[in-house]
């Protein structure tokens, strides 16, 4: 079965400071990748997805991931971060067939303070 | 705008009384899944529907049953809510063709008294 693990569940950074999170999942066929966003009171959002070609991927508001097959990693990143990023972040993944069926990671609890 | 809109925004219910949550869209996609997110986890499917074709996660407790009457309408069932089944419930739906996201609802939040 597949599962994503997100090894960051509570990061705190300061305003203009770079961002990294994991994402790992594990699953053996071909995989469609996701990053979605949840601010404060609202719904999921899609930041970025990977379904083929270019391994780094650029979504919205700055931020893009790498999606790197051997390591069967998918990790977000933005190079200076806005207090207004302040959310929760989930990697999900779904196979390539059937009817999408997302699994999500645990999720990671951003706080950027200004 | 195109949407996947979930009423009501909050429920509360006494516990075993049953609730229906709604969930409709206008983006006309074939498949519509129900998640359920509990406080700082992720969402975790509960079913999904292709077209009307019902499919059940393994997992998901008998409790929790799904109707959709056409495209645009599905429902969430909760016949004999537990203070366990307090959470926040997500519609969510996609286009069946290989490569699409899917697209949330603003979900709804039920509380179990």
């Known amino acids: 079965a597949q599962s994503v693990s997100q090894h960051n569940h509570h990061v705190i950074l300061s305003e203009a400071a770079s961002l990294e999170l994991g994402c790992n999942y594990s699953?053996?066929?071909?995989?469609?990748l996701f990053w979605y966003v949840q601010y404060p009171g609202q719904h999921l959002q899609l930041l970025l997805k990977?379904?083929?070609?270019?391994?780094l991927v650029k979504g919205i508001k700055g931020f893009e991931a790498e999606f790197i097959k051997s390591k069967f990693s998918f990790n977000l990143r933005k190079p200076s971060v806005q207090w207004s990023d302040t959310a929760e972040y989930f990697c999900?993944?779904?196979?390539?067939?059937?009817?999408?069926?997302?699994?999500f990671g645990t999720g990671t609890r951003l706080l950027v303070s200004p | 705008d195109a949407m996947v809109i979930q009423n009501p925004r909050y429920q509360v219910t006494q516990f075993g009384k049953p609730v229906t949550l709604s969930c409709s869209q206008t983006?006309?996609?074939?498949?519509m899944y129900w998640y359920q997110q509990k406080s700082s986890q992720a969402p975790k499917l509960l079913f999904h529907?292709?077209?009307?074709?019902?499919?059940n996660e393994a997992d998901t407790p008998d409790n929790f049953q799904s109707r959709r009457p056409n495209t645009s309408f599905c429902f969430l069932d909760i016949r004999s809510p537990g203070l366990g089944d307090a959470a926040m419930y997500l519609c969510?739906?996609?286009?069946?063709?290989?490569?699409?996201?899917?697209?949330f609802g603003p979900g709804t939040r039920l509380t179990v008294l």
């Open positions: 999900a993944v779904t196979s390539n067939t059937g009817f999408q069926k997302l699994v």
């Open positions: 699953y053996g066929g071909t995989v469609n």
């Open positions: 990977y379904f083929s070609g270019d391994p």
């Open positions: 983006l006309n996609h074939n498949v």
């Open positions: 529907y292709y077209d009307k074709d019902f499919n």
């Open positions: 969510a739906t996609t286009v069946y063709k290989g490569y699409n996201e899917q697209f």
